[in-house]
């Protein structure tokens, strides 16, 4: 066996969350794989904690924070992830939290969300973000239970370059309603600039591309559907 040379120090090893528990009171209380543990008190307006869930990898944890009344009840509408050693991250549009899970090696977050009321209960927002920096990456559109079958949602599928035919990544396609609204598709082009943007539904639409390098370029789209007899 070869003897440790002088003055050399073992690699501690890296600290990761072995599993974490919602208390009567509301706290999150977290423990480590060193022996210690956190506690994440309740937030202000919190009337519960659910769906806690600790990434595979150990690296975070998260729940949802019920903290919006709706009528009678309280709905979730928060989504907060705790990483080892960082301050918590807050997700959500202020719209009823469905669902959610770590994807990609547990570096980025998925989740769903719909009005609680309304027509809009039709329709399901995705989201995906990086939990690092909590830019959202993806969202897109998804039928309900409640959504009229009949109305399928449409993709769109393309490629960005610059006016050199140069492909471009990371650039930010987008689908909204009207340039002043919130857009309910978007992505980012990928290798070689392609992209594909799903969830679109009916309607008139602007199609936006931002890119850090160029000034962004907008156009408007139709998305036509004609019911059957």
């Given amino acids: 066996m070869a003897a440790q040379s002088k003055g ?42 659910e769906q806690l869930e600790v990434a595979t990898s150990g690296s975070a944890v998260g729940w949802l924070v019920v903290d919006v009344p709706v009528g009678s009840y309280s709905v979730p509408t928060t989504l907060s992830v705790y990483r080892v050693g960082k301050p918590l991250k807050h997700f959500g549009d202020g719209l009823v939290l469905l669902d959610w899970d770590f ?24 989201e995906v973000h990086d939990i690092v920096t909590g830019r ?8 309900s239970d409640t ?13 960005v370059t610059d006016g050199a ?19 309910f598709a978007l992505t980012m082009s990928g290798e070689g600039g392609r992209f594909t943007l799903q969830g679109i539904r009916p309607g008139e639409h602007e199609l936006r591309f931002d890119h ?9 789209i139709s998305r036509c559907f004609r019911r059957g007899n």
Avoid at 116 to 122: K, V, Y
């Fill in 103 to 126: 994807i990609d090696g547990d570096r980025h977050i998925r989740f769903s969300s719909t009005q609680a009321h309304g027509p809009g209960t039709d329709w399901l927002t995705m």
């Fill in 165 to 183: 035919s140069v492909p471009l990544t990371d650039t930010v396609v987008s689908v909204r309603a009207h340039p002043a609204a919130e857009p």
């Fill in 147 to 159: 959504a009229d079958p009949r109305i399928p949602l449409a993709s769109i599928t393309g490629r």
């Fill in 8 to 49: 050399a120090v073992r690699s501690a090893a890296p600290t990761r969350i072995s599993d974490a528990e919602v208390t009567e009171d509301g706290t999150v209380k977290i423990r480590f794989n060193n022996g210690r543990s956190v506690l994440v008190p309740p937030e202000k307006g919190q009337t519960g904690r």
């Fill in 136 to 143: 959202l990456l993806k969202r897109w559109l998804e039928q």
């Fill in 212 to 220: 850090p390098r160029f000034k962004g370029r907008a156009i408007k």
